[in-house]
């Protein structure tokens, strides 16, 4: 009776696991939603060590991804190859992200231990269009590892137009995770915003999948976080550019 109520307890925090892998790689994929979380908890403070974080949380979630690897993919070339390239392209553009971000705020003063005293950016249409290519780049990467699955059967072009779309369409409304950074990084406060959406969309995978509690409390947290750190940046000053004079 006590096993099946551990058991029970256990599906309830963390999902069904079948396994030593599948234990690891849920293991990796939480340890990067802290990662992630730690990151946007030391972003609302505008301490530099969140964009290191941030590329930790991306190394995590790629090594987590690289172990969903099915061996029945090593029996195609062309499946394998796809997959691999699904997990690495994500993988890089986040670290990409934790680099980005590092550099644009080392380009300002550092008033306390790794805490940059950085001014918000004026909101223009066009500061949207990098996150967005972000976003996009993530939600076509997403769709490699599916057409990996439909390669494994030699059926890598019949795969179902509404297949495509909803996965271009839920792998980038997950960009907007790394996206949203880039934002920040780009010292937006707008961006905050952007990065609310795929924890919403994590809930609601997450109680679909019944993936378990420990997930979603993650993505609640990712959440509050946000806010938490649109708040704080309300009290940073605004850029200020010197009015342009011309000689005459």
């Known amino acids: 009776m006590d096993s099946m109520f551990d058991d029970s307890m256990f599906d309830l925090l963390f999902g069904r696991i079948n396994g030593g892998l599948d234990a690891g790689i849920l293991a990796l994929s939480l340890l990067g939603s802290l990662a992630m979380c730690a990151a946007l908890f030391l972003l609302g403070r505008r301490n530099e060590t969140a964009w290191l974080l941030v590329a930790g949380a991306y190394l995590l979630w790629g090594v987590s991804a690289l172990l969903g690897l099915s061996p029945r993919m090593l029996d195609s070339v062309l499946s394998m190859l796809l997959f691999l390239l699904g997990v690495a392209i994500p993988l890089i553009l986040g670290i990409g992200v934790g680099v980005y971000g590092l550099l644009c705020f080392r380009r300002y003063p550092l008033p306390a ?3 940059r005293a950085i001014t918000l950016r004026t909101f223009k249409g066009t500061e949207l269009l990098l996150p967005l290519a972000v976003a996009l780049a993530f939600g076509l ?12 059967y030699g059926l ?3 795969v179902p137009l509404a297949t ?20 920040l990084a780009q010292r937006g406060r707008w961006a905050w915003f952007l990065l609310v959406i795929p924890p919403l969309l994590d809930i609601y995978s997450s109680v679909i999948s019944a993936a378990g509690s420990v997930k979603i409390f ?7 976080l946000a806010v938490l750190g649109w708040s704080r940046w309300g009290s940073l000053p605004a850029e200020t550019r010197q009015p342009s004079t011309n000689n005459r």
């Open 141 to 152: 990467a997403s769709l490699i590892p599916v057409l990996s699955v439909f390669a494994q």
């Open 113 to 115: 231990p790794m805490t």
């Open 218 to 224: 993650l993505s609640i947290a990712t959440i509050a």
């Open 164 to 183: 495509l779309a909803t996965v271009i369409i839920t792998g980038t409304l997950g960009g907007l995770l790394p996206g949203g950074l880039v934002g």
């Open 156 to 158: 890598w072009d019949q």
